[in-house]
């Protein structure tokens, strides 16, 4: 069966520090992975999509970036945190384009 | 999220009782999904919906996308506590994008 994981569960940064969040997948190959931003009462925007190692997708200009160093991992990272950074941060992966996305239990992110 | 709107934002139901929730889109949808997320983890996947008119249950929960797959429902019938949490649609929107509605939040009360 597939598994995703995050970590860590909870993060608390200050301002300027820089930042790196992990996921992993594993029990697929060559899965598609998104990483999505949850604000206090809101939905889930998505920041980044990659459907292959090293091909990432930016979907709102922001403080952070993603890379895909392996097929089954995906990282969030910032080199300056800012306070808007703050929120809970949750990692997905599906089969391929068009598929339902199954999450990760996701990373709490207070930036003081 | 703007492509997506759900309605209501937030729902209190006695347990037993039956509840509708709904999310619409402007566009017409690739797919549309189901979640239920318990506050502070992560989002489970309820079902998924592609085909216009098309209808999916599982246990308690049936979820409906209408024919010009714009707008979908969620009923529950004879509400549990354990339905409690918070209930998002997200949709397809192609080329590996998605978006999702701000969620609606079920409170089950005994």
């Known amino acids: ?8 569960a909870t993060l608390v940064q200050p301002v300027g520090s820089p930042l790196s969040l992990e996921c992993t ?22 920041l980044f999509y990659s459907v292959g190692i090293g091909q990432i997708s930016s979907e709102v200009p922001q403080n952070l970036s993603a890379s895909r160093p392996q097929d089954r991992q995906f990282i969030l990272s910032s080199k300056k945190l800012l306070l808007s950074d703050s ?15 199954y999450f990760g239990p996701g990373t709490r992110l207070t930036v003081t | 999220s703007q492509e997506l709107e ?15 929730i709904n999310c619409t889109s402007s566009k017409t949808l690739y797919g549309l999904y189901w979640y239920k997320q318990k506050y502070g983890e992560g989002l489970i996947f309820l079902m998924m919906l592609q085909k216009g008119g098309e209808e999916k249950s599982h246990e308690k929960i049936t979820a409906k996308l209408d024919e010009k797959k714009q707008q979908s429902s969620l009923h529950i019938t004879a509400s549990q506590p354990s339905h409690a949490g918070i209930y998002l649609c997200g949709a397809d929107l192609g080329a590996g994008k998605s978006t999702f509605g701000d969620g609606t939040t079920l409170t089950v009360k005994p």
Request: aromatic share 16%; charged share 10%; net charge neutral.
């Open chain 2, 6 to 20: 759900q309605s209501p934002q937030s729902l209190i139901v006695q347990e037993g009782k039956n509840l509708t």
């Open chain 1, 1 to 8: 069966s597939q598994t995703i994981h995050q970590w860590p």
């Open chain 1, 87 to 101: 929120g809970f941060y949750l990692c997905a992966w599906s089969y391929s384009i068009g598929y339902e996305q």
């Open chain 1, 25 to 46: 997948v594993e029990g697929t190959s060559n899965p598609n992975l998104y990483w999505y931003r949850q604000a206090a009462g809101r939905g889930l925007q998505l």
